[in-house]
């Protein structure tokens, strides 16, 4: 490595180490705030702690964090969104409405489009997929998905795909919290839940959403845009949002069976073949202790998602020809 870049590296370290971190784990303890508000929905016993990036980059040695000057910018938006949704409860009403009406669902499916949202989803959150020691104020979830650039993605990983993920993450946090707005301005008590950390399993929530299925990469699969994207979530005081509660998806485990792409192309051989049980009962191909240092000097990785393909796919055509040949 040359000079330069050994100063750039540690350069990086010391704004993650001494400026970034401690900021986020300043975020960290509002979001444990949330427990003390009145009503609100606990983490349980089941629950899991959270796989902490930043908290990772911060404890593990030999793992570059993988910044650059476009991707701090993305980052310090993300914290400033991260402490907005938790201050922005303030203005939640005191006596916020419980019942949303069909123009205003319609309304609301319109003005997510205006900030950039690619799909929306609604379920309840049960108190397991809360992570340890988080709290959200409402059971009610609009699960929120952001495409990302595929072209861009299709070239992971470099600097080009590690930029697009960020901002991704960043249009995603100002999205979260304006949609909490707009749902107070309607009399509405909203809970923003930004992409980055997030309070609850989003994948598994957006599952549960009805927008998908998890492939063997770990990644939610949609029809909206494959894996190439990105989820938040939205907790709301309107009880009756059109839940969902049939699985259109679980096909896509069958066509990982067969696929399994990812496990070949992944570079640290991350993703197993045999899935890996967690203490909490969650299932999973991923070996994050393999898959972290890879991702961390590898400009974020991405790999996964790039081969994986329902990208740039006929979701549902793709859908027919698989059962197609299933039956035949
Ligand atoms: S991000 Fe990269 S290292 Fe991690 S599982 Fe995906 S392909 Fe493997
Ligand atoms: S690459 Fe193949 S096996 Fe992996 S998640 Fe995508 S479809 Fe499933």
């Known amino acids: 490595m040359s000079q330069e870049m050994s100063f750039i590296n540690k350069a990086k370290k010391v704004f993650f180490r001494k400026f970034a971190l401690p ?12 427990k003390d508000i009145e009503n609100s929905i606990i983490f349980s016993d089941e629950s899991e702690a959270r796989f902490d990036i930043p908290i990772e980059f911060g404890r593990r040695e030999g793992v570059e964090v993988p910044l650059t000057s476009v991707t701090i910018k993305h980052i310090l938006t993300c914290i400033k969104n991260m402490k907005r949704a938790i201050f922005d409860l303030k203005n939640n009403p005191i006596n916020p409405r419980n019942k949303i009406d069909k123009e205003e669902l319609e309304e609301l499916r319109e003005y997510v489009k205006t900030v950039e949202v690619s799909a929306i989803g609604f379920t309840k959150v049960p108190s397991n997929l809360i992570f340890k020691n988080k709290a959200i104020a409402f ?28 901002y991704t993450y960043d249009k995603l946090s100002v999205a979260s919290n304006k949609i909490a707005r707009f749902l107070r301005k309607k009399g509405f008590a909203a809970h923003a839940s930004p992409p980055l950390g997030g309070i609850a399993l989003y994948p598994k929530l957006a599952q549960n959403a009805g927008m998908g299925e998890f492939g063997y990469s770990g990644l939610l699969i949609t029809p909206v845009n494959g894996p190439t994207l990105r989820l938040a979530a939205v907790y709301v005081s ?3 949002l059109p839940m969902n509660e049939v699985n259109e998806h679980s096909w896509i485990r069958d066509y990982c069976d067969q696929c399994r792409k990812c496990i070949k192309e ?21 070996d994050n202790d393999k898959c972290f240092p890879y991702f961390g000097n590898n400009y974020g990785c991405t790999v996964c998602i790039k081969v994986c393909p329902f990208n740039n796919v006929d979701y549902y055509k793709l859908k027919e020809n698989f059962l197609k040949k299933q039956k035949s």
Do not use: F, Q
């Not at 059971?139 to 960020?166: F, G, Y």
């Open 23 to 34: 900021r986020v784990k300043g975020v960290y303890a509002l979001e444990n705030s949330v």
């Open 139 to 166: 059971e009610n979830a609009i699960v929120l998905a952001m495409n990302m650039d595929n072209d861009i993605i299709s070239s992971a990983p470099n600097r080009l795909s590690l930029k697009n993920v960020w």
């Open 238 to 240: 309107a009880e009756n």
């Open 266 to 286: 992944c570079p640290p051989g991350a993703i197993y073949e045999t899935p890996i049980e967690h203490e909490t009962g969650r299932v999973t191909h991923i």
